[in-house]
């Protein structure tokens, strides 16, 4: 069994800052990617940022220059560091993890149970 544990999630308000962390813990062979996605009321659910565990991401446009996504392989833990948050990036933030897990020989994906973010003032 796996689980992602998400954490960091709150309210805050525009301008501010929130981490989001990550920790996916279970019968884990390998992680391939990590990744946060979010979905506001109303809308469908979109990525936010992606981790290889190489170290490539890969950002939406709308959080490019102020979202940072970090990984630990060591620690199976990704981070999101999010900076001058505003308004419209108010959402469940979940956490996915592309993953094998023993008896399945192939990836696949993952999601935590979601963190609420809430920017306003």
């Known amino acids: 069994q796996v689980q992602l544990v998400e954490s960091g999630g709150g309210l805050v308000q525009p301008g501010g800052s929130l981490r989001l962390s990550c920790a996916a813990s279970?019968?884990?062979?390998?992680?391939?990617?990590m990744g946060w996605y979010r979905q506001a009321p109303g809308k469908e659910r979109e990525l936010v940022a992606d981790?290889?565990?190489?170290?490539?991401?890969n950002y939406a446009d709308s959080v490019k220059g102020r979202f940072t996504i970090s990984g630990d392989n060591a620690k199976n833990t990704v981070y999101l560091q999010m900076n001058s948050l505003k308004p419209e990036d108010t959402a469940v933030y979940y956490c996915?993890?592309?993953?094998?897990?023993?008896?399945?020989?192939?990836?696949?994906?993952?999601w935590g149970q979601g963190t609420q973010v809430t920017v306003s003032s």
């Open positions: 279970g019968s884990i062979l390998s992680i391939n990617a």
């Open positions: 996915n993890a592309d993953l094998m897990v023993p008896n399945t020989a192939r990836y696949l994906e993952h």
């Open positions: 981790i290889t565990r190489g170290g490539h991401t």
